[in-house]
Each structure stands twice: as C-alpha cells, then as structure tokens.
C-alpha cells in the first residue's frame, strides 16, 4: 500500500506541477506561486521517499531489517511520509483551487509530521545497524 500510494503522489505531483504552471501561473500571484511550487517540490520528493520505503517494503526479505520491530518503524515512517504530505501539499494545492485560504493552516503540521517521518526513518536505520552480520553470526554493535 505504500508503493501505491508513493506512485500516486509521484503521478499527482507532475500533474499538478503542469497544471500550475500552465493553467494558475497566469492568475495567481508571485507568492501563491511559489508556494505551489515548494508545494509540489515537497510532493515530489516525498514521493520518491515513500516508494522507495514502499520498494523496500515489498521486497522485506532481503533487507537488514529482519526483526518485527525494524519493520514495523520502516512501515511507519512511510505512512508518516504519506500524512506529512498530504498535509504539507495537499492543504496548499487545495487552498488555491477552491479558495480557500485557511487551508494553509494545516501545512505547519504537514512540516511538523514530514520531520517527525524523517527521524523515524533515521530510528529505523539505527535499529538495523545494531545488528550486524559478521561470518553468520549476529553480533550486537
């Protein structure tokens, strides 16, 4: 499910970054511009980021993250990285096309969540080195 979702949000941040520039550019201002932009700038890495997580999900077995507890952090940082960007971008693409400027009030969380997935991802790259696999044996590092 985080692959799939990983790919739509990669599909929806090129479609969207062709529907600014071609079709809002002309009538929003340079601000509200710039913000679809570091809207969709986000969207897309993000996208990137959730399918790898969602890549490397799939292919479980073959990844250092062996025990429940690894993948479960792995996993979770993956749906943070979905709810971050839906709140990050999609509060700021949603704002402009309906008008709607309170939306914007939502991205600070999108930010906040965003952070919180990258320190998740970085707790669970920790959890893998503490293992370590030396000539069959696992060793605590």
């Known amino acids: 499910m985080i692959l799939v979702c990983g790919a739509l949000l990669g599909f929806f941040s090129v479609a969207f970054g062709a529907y600014s520039e071609h079709a809002l550019r002309p009538i929003v201002t340079d601000e509200i511009f710039r913000s679809l ?10 996208a990137v980021i ?31 990285f979905i709810l971050g960007t839906l709140l990050f971008s999609f509060s700021i693409y949603l704002s402009v096309i309906i008008n709607l400027p309170n939306l914007v009030y939502l991205t600070p969380f999108g930010g906040i969540t965003m952070m919180i ?22 060793l605590e590092s």
């Open 37 to 46: 932009m570091t809207a969709i700038r986000y969207n897309q890495i993000n």
């Open 50 to 80: 959730i399918s790898a997580i969602g890549i490397a999900i799939a292919i479980g077995g073959k990844l250092p993250l062996q025990n429940l507890g690894e993948m479960r952090t792995f996993r979770l940082s993956g749906y943070l």
């Open 117 to 138: 997935a990258w320190l998740t991802l970085v707790a669970s790259g920790l959890l893998a080195l503490k293992k370590t696999t030396v000539a069959g044996k696992t």
